[in-house]
């Protein structure tokens, strides 16, 4: 553990909570694909001092005393930034994806206008217009999906369905698509029929910045990302936009939706950023593309049935309906197996979401730990071995154990376990 006896004499519980949960992130391989290991820099930049300090407003600009050095800090995550990606601006306080969104939706639109994104059960996200969400509620939604045979996005579909519906704003991004998604289409679409276009990049930023996905800087009118993903920062948000909207941007993230940014996510972010812009970040995303797709060949060649049946990216969807089983079923035994995944629909599901036909699991944390592609056809072995042992849990805990061992070798980035 990491400098926490401060926290074991004054709160041994809490303490011991987080020690546990270190070694399960030690001896487990997670597959989720929206989480990663951060560096121990983050960590630190997490924990600091910043956490005792408002800064509502902007650099040069904020509402109480004492924010000489915040206005530095926060500088310098923007700046990193926009130099990162290439962007004209960057508003680095979103507290996360979500409410970047809805800062982008507040931002661009009245209640009542229409947006156009990609449905969640086909691989969007609750913010993108889902009607349970915010998104769906206040703003009339459209939702285009993948196309029925071939589970890709159809951007000649995607077109039709924009001339057809107008809407205000088209979002393309996804939390379940394992291909690469064509921003440059996107933004034509969104040109042709005079709707903002929000690029919502949470799961790839990583990939982004490491060369290994296309941009949509250039295309869109406002990315939003997650930092946590692959891009392996602290737990936020940020928006990137062309400086023609940078002061509509700024205004709806703070004061239109939230109160003081969290410097210490800030500074942890700052960090992060000067981490993806080394070389060994570019080596590190092009490794989970090779990890990803090395992970989906084991499986496709051990019977799995992926949608699209692969993947580009860091991520695979998988239907365990193949395999005679079911997503919610699988993800448990895997869990019980020391392999970590999430239940997810798959495009077309005929289940419901909360016993769907799919997992998914990607690669940005493993490789942040050094796996490599033979780790992933051992990786492979063991998840076919999960479905042979589904009903024997003796046999699940065996895998387990084999998992702990295996992954000793791998320690992750920012876990030191005595
Ligand atoms: N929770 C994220 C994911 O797992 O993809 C989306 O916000």
Not at 33 to 56: C, D, F, R
Not at 147 to 167: G, K, N, V, W
């Amino acid at each position: 553990m990491h400098h926490l006896e401060n926290l074991q004499q004054t709160d041994s519980v809490v303490h011991d909570i987080i020690a546990r949960e270190e070694v399960r992130q030690f001896e487990k391989i997670r597959l989720i694909p929206s989480e990663n290991y951060v560096s121990t820099a983050v960590l630190e930049a997490t924990g600091s001092i910043l956490t005792n300090k408002y800064s509502e407003g902007y650099a040069g600009k904020r509402y109480y005393e004492g924010q000489q050095l915040v206005d530095e800090l926060e500088t310098l995550a923007m700046v990193r930034a926009c130099e990162l990606f290439g962007a004209d601006h960057a508003n680095v306080q979103p507290y996360s994806g979500s409410p970047a969104n809805l800062a982008v939706y507040f931002a661009l639109l009245k209640p009542g206008d229409k947006v156009m994104g990609m449905a969640l059960p086909h691989g969007g996200h609750l913010t993108h217009g889902w009607d349970v969400s915010i998104t769906g509620q206040y703003y009339k939604s459209v939702q285009y999906g993948v196309d029925e045979s071939t589970h890709r996005l159809d951007y000649d579909q995607i077109r039709a369905m924009a001339r057809r519906e107008r809407p205000q704003l088209i979002i393309a991004g996804a939390t379940a698509y394992p291909r690469l998604i064509d921003f440059e289409a996107f933004g034509s679409i969104a040109r042709e029929v005079g709707a903002y276009f929000l690029a919502d990049v949470a799961h790839i930023a990583g990939l982004i910045a490491g060369g290994q996905h296309p941009s949509p800087v250039p295309y869109a009118d406002v990315v939003s990302t997650t930092t946590h993903k692959t891009l392996r920062g602290p737990r936020g948000g940020m928006l990137m936009c062309k400086e023609a909207l940078a002061d509509t941007i700024d205004r709806a993230v703070f004061p239109g939706l939230q109160g003081g940014p969290h410097n210490h996510t800030t500074a942890a972010l700052a960090v992060a950023l000067h981490e993806a812009a080394q070389p060994a970040f570019r080596d590190y995303a092009a490794q989970v593309v090779k990890n990803g797709r090395a992970l989906a060949e084991g499986l496709v060649s051990r019977g799995f049935k992926l949608i699209t049946g692969g993947t580009d990216n860091h991520l695979i969807l998988m239907d365990a309906t193949s395999v005679g089983t079911r997503g919610r079923k699988l993800a448990k035994v895997l869990d019980r197996c020391g392999i970590v995944c999430n239940m997810n629909t798959i495009p077309f599901d005929p289940r419901k979401p909360f016993d769907p036909s799919g997992i998914r699991i990607g690669t940005p944390a493993i490789t942040s730990r050094g796996m490599m592609e033979k780790d992933m056809e051992v990786l492979a072995g063991w998840i076919a071995r999960a479905v042979e042992v589904i009903a024997d849990r003796e046999a699940q805990a065996n895998i387990a154990a084999e998992v702990a061992e295996y992954c000793k070798a791998f320690p992750p980035p920012g876990i030191r376990i005595n």
